[in-house]
């Protein structure tokens, strides 16, 4: 089993900064592709960024130029780097990474709990 934690939501005024963080744990063989989702209230879970386990990147263009993905594999650790936040960026925000528990395992996608992120005019 992998487990998913995030950190560093909160709120933030428009036009402020928030980096998130996301810890996986437990039981790890290998982990592929992370990222980071959001859900605003009454709509679907929706991708941000995604890096793959060799470092490219893409993003929602929604967030393109504001955030940035980053990802330390020595700590299984993936970050998001949010600048320029504005309103609608207000979610809240899962990690997950898709990973393999066990060599000969199926690979799943594990997700965090999700942490809030609000942003006000």
């Known amino acids: 089993q992998v487990y998913m934690v995030e950190y560093g939501g909160g709120s933030v005024q428009a036009g402020g900064s928030l980096r998130l963080s996301c810890a996986a744990s437990g039981s790890i063989f290998s982990i592929n592709a992370m990222g980071w989702y959001r859900q605003a209230p009454g709509k679907q879970r929706e991708l941000v960024a995604q890096?793959?386990?060799?470092?490219?990147?893409n993003f929602a263009d929604s967030v393109k130029g504001r955030f940035t993905i980053s990802r330390d594999d020595a700590k299984n650790m993936v970050y998001l780097q949010m600048n320029s936040l504005k309103p609608e960026d207000t979610a809240v925000y899962f990690c997950?990474?898709?990973?393999?528990?066990?060599?000969?395992?199926?690979?799943?996608?594990?997700w965090g709990q999700g942490t809030q992120v609000t942003v006000s005019s």
């Open positions: 890096i793959s386990s060799g470092g490219s990147s």
């Open positions: 997950a990474a898709d990973a393999k528990a066990y060599y000969n395992s199926t690979p799943l996608k594990y």
